[in-house]
């Protein structure tokens, strides 16, 4: 299920460029990898809320290519949320501080 639309214990921030075989097409949008019954991406919608930064959800349970792109990102684990920003950089289970420091450049675009 993809729906369009903001913390955990790993992440890679994005000055990490991804290869790009592992990154999205280029897109202008953040794509938002995640389940329902997942408390850090519970957590991590609320700062994309409060910040009115727009995003694109995938529910992984819902979204068999999504959750190979999951797990090719992340090593074959299943690791939610994702994040993927428009320039390749990922957020695997970002924490608030890291989440908010990333999306500071998309607040009111």
Same mark, same amino acid.
């Given at each position: 299920?993809?729906? =369009?639309? +903001?913390?955990?214990?790993? #992440?890679?921030?994005?000055?990490?460029? $991804?290869?790009?075989?592992?990154?999205?097409?280029?897109?202008?949008?953040?794509?938002?990898?995640?389940?329902?019954? /997942?408390?850090? /991406?519970?957590?991590?919608?609320?700062?994309?809320?409060? $910040?009115?930064?727009?995003?694109?959800? %995938?529910?992984?349970?819902?979204?068999? #290519?999504?959750? #190979?792109?999951?797990?090719?990102?992340?090593?074959?684990?299943? =690791? %939610? +949320?994702?994040?993927?920003?428009?320039?390749?950089? %990922?957020?695997?289970? +970002?924490?608030?501080?890291?989440?908010?420091?990333?999306?500071?450049?998309?607040?009111?675009?």
């Amino acid at each position: 299920m993809t729906q =369009s639309y +903001p913390f955990g214990r790993r #992440a890679e921030l994005a000055t990490t460029t $991804l290869d790009r075989s592992l990154a999205e097409p280029p897109n202008e949008e953040i794509l938002f990898y995640a389940t329902r019954w /997942c408390g850090d /991406c519970q957590r991590a919608k609320r700062v994309f809320a409060e $910040l009115g930064v727009p995003y694109t959800y %995938v529910d992984i349970e819902h979204d068999a #290519a999504a959750r #190979a792109r999951v797990m090719e990102l992340n090593d074959g684990l299943r =690791s %939610v +949320p994702t994040i993927v920003f428009p320039d390749g950089g %990922v957020l695997v289970e +970002p924490s608030n501080r890291e989440l908010l420091a990333r999306l500071a450049p998309y607040v009111g675009s």
